[in-house]
């Protein structure tokens, strides 16, 4: 039976906020434990004893009742929701919230075309493990007929089908099946090692059912606990690193936390470290072992040692496709060792010693194995010829990236004038964020590869770069997260005139919400990584490119509330611009002509293999000839 509990819900909400929260209420008595509520209300209460209270929405006819639940809620001051204009924008906005300042969030959206664009953005926090609540509304249980927007086919649970290929997710066709929901949901978004995006489908008839006479204490709360080390034989894999004479450490974003290990290893060991897009940080960019980001997109030196080595350690890394050159990176190693809380990534490389456990843990346990291996040999590993030439390949490294900004700027044959290069508008940008404590967001293409090739982080959390989808559009999202924190932070985001005009909504829903940061659009006309990859590959480019001018800083302009800006043709004056951005309070626009063209001194080079378009027979067969 359905019935107008608005009166109770808003008395609900008053108590639970006078307590403090949920678990206070029901531990003071002032919530009672077994209450009658609908669907929508048990399950934001469900949200709220899990400590989520951000709701990053586009409301529809499929969401209506939840969309009345928060709207008590949030006048009771329990829980804040942002409406946006795009289901994507949604989904990005979440996923940065979550891996800047590690607070969890919820994107809502109705049913069919809007939870689509919503799960399509999802891809970010699946491929780069970030926790998101994903809420969408679904058709109802009773099959009445189709339901409008449902996917067009005379069959059951189709969107739980589609939602359950891109990660773990839960249909609430049984209201009480809630807690259920919610801890499969916890499980999966905070997770300690892999978490994601957990998809709760809500069928419009379910949401306003009333459960009569609900157990609140059914509600799941807590934290998934983490492993410990690995159980493994750590002296003979002490003995295994000890007798390589080229170690080569893989650090992949499961690697954060355990710099102090992962340096005491390899002085051990005498390793170097490549790192991957997303781990810029974890090991220090001045630190004498540090080789940068190697590859496909990798740097001179990261490849280099990646080439050479002839064993390799990876720590928290899934080995992605440009991560390790499409399985090609190592062709000289012949073991590897590999510590990772996920088996599947543990074992991904034939010829593994696979340490499955806590990345610290298992770091700290194996620089014991090989303190005592070293003891009972009468003495400590000594710096080999490995080092100094990998360090070699880094200073080569630092002078190619030097003779980029001292070409700061090119003849663009389009712009008709000398413009800024990538390299030298990045480096600009990243060094004044620096300089200002500002986050940076890569977006994808080349505007991604030339800014985790010039980093050079001493800590993480200075930039994100969403390698794991490449998604277009996502750091121009990511600076409305800038406005859905507790936390005061400014965003830089550094997108392409491709990426921008994906998801351009941040200039709308950022002054509606108040997001303080910049985006800045390097605009080179085309959607210049793909022409490079063409041109590389085949000599020509082809439809990746078009003759429409826009006027950026006049459409950033018609927005009431955005700073729009030129950033001019030097790095001087961008650097005036994004002065002048910061000093507003609130979200600027850059625009930035950029070069593109056949001169080299316009980007970087890349040095890796990837398996994709005329490369892909060449780069099979010398996958399936390493037998890695």
Request: with cysteine; aromatic share 6%.
């Amino acid at each position: 039976m359905e019935l107008d509990l608005t009166e109770e819900r808003t008395e609900r909400a008053r108590r639970i906020a006078e307590a403090g929260g949920v678990a206070q209420a029901l531990d003071s008595g002032a919530l009672p434990v077994r209450v009658s509520l609908t669907l929508s209300e048990a399950l934001v209460l469900g949200l709220l004893r899990q400590h989520v209270r951000k709701f990053v929405v586009v409301f529809g006819h499929g969401s209506t009742e939840l969309a009345e639940v928060l709207r008590v809620y949030e006048d009771a001051g329990l829980v804040r929701t942002y409406a946006v204009r795009h289901e994507t924008e949604a989904s990005h906005a979440a996923a940065a919230l979550r891996w800047v300042t590690g607070e969890k969030a919820a994107v809502v959206t109705s049913i069919g075309p809007g939870a689509l664009q919503a799960m399509a953005g999802s891809l970010v926090a699946s491929s780069d493990g970030l926790g998101v609540w994903h809420l969408y509304g679904d058709e109802t249980t009773e099959d009445e007929g189709p339901n409008m927007q449902q996917i067009p086919r005379p069959e059951q649970g189709l969107f739980l089908r589609l939602t359950s290929a891109m990660g773990p997710a839960y249909s609430l066709h049984t209201p009480r099946a809630l807690p259920t929901a919610l801890r499969r949901g916890l499980n999966t978004v905070d997770h300690p090692y892999r978490p994601g995006p957990f998809y709760l489908l809500l069928p419009l008839n379910t949401q306003p059912q009333v459960i009569e006479d609900f157990n609140l204490r059914e509600l799941p709360t807590g934290v998934p606990p983490r492993l410990s080390a690995a159980a493994a034989d750590y002296r003979a894999t002490a003995r295994r690193l000890l007798d390589a004479e080229r170690v080569v450490v893989k650090v992949g974003g499961g690697a954060r936390g355990s710099r102090r290990e992962l340096e005491e290893l390899a002085d051990l060991v005498d390793a170097v470290f490549v790192m991957s897009p997303v781990s810029l940080g974890v090991v220090p960019a001045s630190h004498p072992r540090q080789m940068m980001v190697g590859g496909s997109k990798g740097s001179l030196s990261g490849n280099f040692a990646m080439e050479n080595a002839d064993l390799l350690l990876a720590v928290g890394t899934r080995s992605v496709c440009q991560a390790d050159s499409s399985r090609t990176g190592y062709p000289r190693v012949r073991h590897v060792v590999n510590i990772n809380a996920d088996l599947d990534s543990a074992t991904h490389y034939n010829e593994t010693t696979a340490l499955v456990g806590d990345a610290q843990e298992t770091l700290g346990a194996l620089v014991e194995a090989v303190r005592a291996e070293l003891a009972g040999a009468g003495g400590g590993a000594e710096a080999s010829a490995w080092l100094s030439e990998c360090q070699d390949a880094r200073r080569a490294w630092e002078r190619i990236k030097q003779d980029r900004l001292d070409r700061p700027t090119l003849h663009d044959p389009v712009w008709e004038r000398e413009v800024l290069t990538q390299p030298a508008a990045i480096q600009t940008i990243t060094e004044w964020a620096e300089s200002t404590e500002a986050v940076t967001f890569f977006d994808a293409g080349d505007v991604q590869a030339v800014g985790f090739q010039m980093s050079a982080e001493e800590e993480p959390g200075q930039s994100f770069t969403e390698a794991g989808a490449s998604y277009m559009g996502f750091a121009t999202s990511a600076v409305l997260a800038t406005a859905i924190g507790d936390e005061d932070w400014y965003g830089v985001a550094v997108t392409g005139d491709g990426s921008f005009t994906m998801n351009p909504q941040v200039l709308i829903d950022g002054v509606a919400h108040g997001a303080k940061g910049c985006v800045v659009v390097l605009d080179n006309r085309r959607m210049a990584a793909i022409s490079s990859l063409q041109i590389d590959q085949y000599g020509v480019d082809h439809a990746t490119s078009d003759g429409v001018a826009v006027d950026y800083v006049a459409w950033a302009g018609s927005v009431e509330g955005v700073t729009a800006l030129h950033g001019g043709y030097s790095r001087e004056s961008l650097r005036e611009a994004l002065e002048k951005a910061r000093a507003r309070d609130g979200l600027s626009l850059i625009h930035v002509p950029v070069y593109f063209g056949d001169d080299p001194a316009g980007g970087l080079p890349s040095y890796g293999r990837w398996n994709v378009g005329n490369s892909v027979g060449d780069t099979q067969r010398l996958r399936h000839e390493i037998g890695l």
